[in-house]
């Protein structure tokens, strides 16, 4: 036997069973991943954190193991002791249980491998990609000269948002070229202004600017966690005075704590009235547009960049987010051209023109078969039920005399924390009932600071939880307070 016919059983051919061994590895690894679901019965398998270190350092590494093998053990002692999204009591982060018609997705993204940068490897990826876009234009009602991209999530969304942003800000101020010349002199100047509950990649996304942590003004917050918009003038108005360049404000649908919409009509018109740059990071709250609250998101709508995530509200598996431009020429400020990829004559489109990355998954797919599958309407109706569910999990947190509730839920998280009024150290007894949870297997929990006080978080992202499995969890979480106490 010749190497390539031994090697050939490792890859998918082209041809008359050509799939034939992929059909096997996939049958098989359905097989165990069903065997896995059916024996999982908490969030996390309560395995000592250092007793699987240990197990997975010892894996051999060093092939000859038979593929079937490989993924019984794969199921055995990762798909076991891996934290199960789809458990009721796994409720901790914006880290969702994904849809059906994208688990099916995934097969097909993987398999084909199609690299979105350029059409003569995404076919037609590209067009799919296109008019999930602009669908999503649609949706967001993002006008006719808007265009988007498909991102790896909502930190690269940001990061795009904000670097177009600077770039867009220097042409504008000065006819300075940032993509050529590097920051102009009064880079130092250039201030990004968003509220103290936005996410913290507005921070890392200014140091990677080299605009620096300390370029970035955050606005006061109300205790709900939405920007006080006056404040946000006042801001504004303090920094010109001090001869600084305030040229982009964020706007956040959903804080991840809180959940809280900022007021984005009020935050549009102050950008508008101060000529800057309106971006909105919708990575969470961005999903309600498909809601009966939809209302909620009123003034999105206005933004110049807008961060979408279909990893979270939207169902999807990691990695899928989106990127809309209300002007599709700035793209421009991202643009290079390489002989080897996207040549200035082309004539096919080549996605990698709007893109920071180069080679991409081709995730618009999963998107394009939940919608043909489930649809917009569902998808509307699991909302309007999950933040239905959320206040009324509130409400039962606020009923438990054990628990207090730290703030109303804005969208689909509960903070809230034990407290039954015995405890010497409130904040020190959450800490650890969040760990002992985790690390026994009893539920996974946020934990975040609220006014300062240590916060447990529930973020609800399954539809399909009714008010039981939060009672039960409520009273395991008491159980185990109890005995840690
Ligand atoms: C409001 C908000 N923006 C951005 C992000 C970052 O998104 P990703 O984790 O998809 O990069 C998150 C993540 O939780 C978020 O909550």
Same mark, same amino acid.
Request: charged content about 20%.
């Given at each position: 036997?010749?190497?390539?016919?031994?090697?050939?059983?490792?890859?998918?051919? =082209?041809?008359?069973?050509? =799939?034939?061994?992929?059909?096997?590895?996939?049958?098989?690894?359905?097989?165990?991943?069903?065997?896995?679901?059916?024996?999982?019965?908490?969030?996390?398998?309560?395995?000592?954190?250092?007793?699987?270190?240990?197990?997975?350092?010892?894996?051999?590494?060093?092939?000859?193991?038979?593929?079937?093998?490989?993924?019984?053990?794969?199921?055995?002692?990762?798909?076991?002791?891996?934290?199960?999204?789809?458990?009721?009591?796994?409720?901790?982060?914006?880290?969702?249980?994904?849809?059906?018609?994208?688990?099916?997705?995934?097969?097909?993204?993987?398999?084909?491998?199609?690299?979105?940068?350029?059409?003569?490897?995404?076919?037609?990826?590209?067009?799919?990609?296109?008019?999930?876009?602009?669908?999503?234009?649609?949706?967001?009602?993002?006008?006719?000269?808007?265009?988007?991209?498909?991102?790896?999530?909502?930190?690269?969304?940001?990061?795009?948002?904000?670097?177009?942003?600077?770039?867009?800000?220097?042409?504008?101020?000065?006819?300075?070229?940032?993509?050529?010349?590097?920051?102009?002199?009064?880079?130092?100047?250039?201030?990004?202004?968003?509220?103290?509950?936005?996410?913290?990649?507005?921070?890392?996304?200014?140091?990677?600017?080299?605009?620096?942590?300390?370029?970035?003004?955050?606005?006061?917050?109300?205790?709900?966690?939405?920007?006080?918009?006056?404040?946000?003038?006042?801001?504004?108005?303090?920094?010109?005075?001090?001869?600084?360049?305030?040229?982009?404000?964020?706007?956040?649908?959903?804080? /991840?704590?809180?959940?809280?919409?900022?007021?984005?009509?009020?935050?549009?018109?102050?950008?508008?009235?101060?000529?800057?740059?309106?971006?909105?990071?919708? =990575?969470?709250?961005?999903?309600?547009?498909?809601?009966?609250?939809?209302?909620?998101?009123?003034?999105?709508?206005?933004?110049?960049?807008?961060?979408?995530?279909?990893?979270?509200?939207?169902?999807?598996?990691?990695?899928?987010?989106?990127?809309?431009?209300?002007?599709?020429?700035?793209?421009?400020?991202?643009?290079?051209?390489?002989?080897?990829?996207?040549?200035?004559?082309?004539?096919?489109?080549?996605?990698?023109?709007?893109?920071?990355?180069?080679?991409?998954?081709?995730?618009?797919?999963?998107?394009?078969?939940?919608?043909?599958?489930?649809?917009?309407?569902?998808?509307?109706?699991?909302?309007?039920?999950?933040?239905?569910?959320?206040?009324?999990?509130?409400?039962?947190?606020?009923?438990?005399?054990?628990?207090?509730?730290?703030?109303?839920?804005?969208?689909?998280?509960?903070?809230?924390?034990?407290?039954?009024?015995?405890?010497?150290?409130?904040?020190?007894?959450?800490?650890?009932?969040?760990?002992?949870?985790?690390?026994?297997?009893?539920?996974?929990?946020?934990?975040?600071?609220?006014?300062?006080? /240590?916060?447990?978080?529930?973020?609800?992202?399954?539809?399909?939880?009714?008010?039981?499995?939060?009672?039960?969890?409520?009273?395991?979480?008491?159980?185990?307070?109890?005995?840690?106490?």
């Amino acid at each position: 036997m010749t190497q390539q016919s031994q090697w050939q059983k490792h890859f998918v051919h =082209a041809g008359n069973g050509g =799939a034939d061994q992929l059909e096997a590895a996939l049958l098989k690894s359905a097989q165990v991943i069903k065997s896995v679901f059916e024996q999982v019965d908490k969030p996390y398998s309560g395995m000592d954190p250092l007793e699987l270190k240990a197990k997975i350092e010892a894996i051999n590494m060093q092939g000859g193991d038979a593929l079937d093998k490989v993924i019984e053990e794969t199921g055995e002692l990762i798909g076991l002791n891996s934290i199960i999204v789809q458990h009721p009591h796994c409720i901790a982060h914006l880290h969702t249980q994904p849809l059906m018609p994208s688990l099916a997705a995934e097969v097909f993204i993987s398999v084909l491998n199609q690299s979105m940068d350029s059409w003569d490897q995404a076919s037609a990826a590209t067009y799919v990609e296109q008019r999930m876009v602009d669908w999503l234009c649609e949706l967001y009602n993002f006008g006719e000269h808007s265009d988007g991209v498909f991102t790896a999530g909502g930190t690269q969304s940001n990061q795009m948002g904000l670097i177009i942003a600077r770039d867009w800000i220097a042409d504008t101020l000065s006819g300075h070229n940032i993509q050529q010349d590097g920051l102009p002199d009064y880079g130092r100047k250039l201030r990004i202004i968003c509220s103290q509950k936005s996410h913290f990649t507005v921070q890392k996304t200014a140091a990677l600017m080299g605009l620096g942590m300390r370029a970035v003004v955050c606005v006061e917050s109300r205790a709900n966690g939405t920007m006080i918009t006056e404040k946000l003038e006042e801001t504004i108005d303090a920094l010109k005075a001090d001869g600084l360049i305030p040229f982009v404000v964020v706007g956040t649908a959903g804080t /991840t704590d809180h959940g809280a919409i900022d007021d984005l009509n009020a935050i549009a018109d102050i950008a508008a009235k101060n000529a800057m740059w309106f971006h909105v990071d919708a =990575a969470y709250g961005g999903a309600l547009i498909m809601s009966s609250e939809k209302a909620r998101l009123a003034g999105l709508e206005r933004a110049d960049s807008l961060t979408v995530d279909f990893h979270k509200l939207y169902w999807q598996p990691i990695s899928c987010g989106g990127f809309l431009l209300k002007n599709k020429a700035n793209f421009k400020y991202l643009l290079h051209h390489a002989d080897y990829l996207n040549r200035e004559e082309d004539t096919l489109p080549n996605l990698v023109d709007k893109t920071m990355a180069t080679t991409k998954r081709f995730d618009a797919l999963k998107l394009l078969m939940t919608m043909q599958n489930i649809g917009p309407d569902v998808m509307g109706e699991m909302y309007d039920h999950l933040l239905q569910q959320t206040r009324d999990v509130a409400a039962m947190v606020d009923a438990n005399e054990n628990y207090e509730l730290l703030s109303e839920p804005n969208l689909s998280t509960v903070l809230f924390r034990f407290n039954n009024g015995k405890l010497a150290d409130v904040d020190a007894m959450n800490k650890k009932l969040r760990l002992q949870a985790l690390v026994q297997g009893v539920a996974v929990l946020g934990e975040t600071t609220v006014n300062g006080q /240590t916060s447990l978080k529930f973020t609800l992202l399954n539809p399909c939880l009714t008010l039981n499995h939060f009672e039960e969890l409520l009273d395991n979480l008491t159980k185990l307070a109890d005995s840690l106490a």
